[in-house]
């Protein structure tokens, strides 16, 4: 009985483990959701300066996310790997398939953290969707107005010998002038 108590607090020690992983990364995309809604919200107003402060902020957001995902990936293979799961399973081990090999009761806080994790995913993946859109919008009337100044500044008009306007495909050159 001793034997089965110690690997079930060990296992239970590897679940507190990915637990802690994952509620980390849930805290970490609230924060990069926040992020996402502040540049959304001021799109247009901010300086160079505080967009460069922003995406600064959201990189360094990424890179942490990245880094818990991978400590995430890592938990759950030496979980799978206590529980002696097949070669097969380990390669591809995911919180679902980990999830059909412990009892429900132990799986329920990660399947609930599990679900938050991937609701925010969509949030931000749907905030990520508009706040393009709304900047390409913006960015429409730029451009055109870019493409006007430039097809004016190469139609422009000189001046010719006799002090009258020419436009620059006149028989005049610009020399004789």
Do not use: C
């Not at 436009?167 to 004789?176: E, Q």
């Amino acid at each position: 009985m001793t034997h089965l108590s110690n690997v079930s607090s060990f296992m239970e020690n590897w679940l507190n483990q990915l637990t802690d992983s994952l509620q980390t990364q849930v805290l970490l995309h609230q924060d990069l959701l926040n992020l996402l809604m502040q540049e959304s919200e001021n799109l247009g107003k901010h300086s160079a300066s505080e967009l460069m402060q922003l995406h600064a902020k959201k990189h360094q957001k990424v890179r942490q996310i990245a880094t818990q995902e991978q400590r995430r990936l890592e938990i759950t293979q030496e979980l799978a790997q206590v529980l002696n799961l097949p070669k097969d399973v380990l390669q591809t081990i995911t919180l679902s398939t980990l999830q059909q090999h412990l009892p429900p009761k132990l799986m329920t806080s990660l399947q609930t953290l599990k679900n938050q994790l991937l609701e925010l995913m969509q949030q931000i993946f749907d905030l990520a969707n508009q706040t393009a859109e709304v900047a390409n919008a913006r960015l429409k009337p730029i451009e055109v107005s870019l493409q006007f100044l430039q097809e004016q500044q190469h139609s422009r008009s000189t001046y010719s010998v006799t002090g009258s306007l020419a436009s620059p495909s006149s028989a005049y050159s610009r020399f004789s002038v």
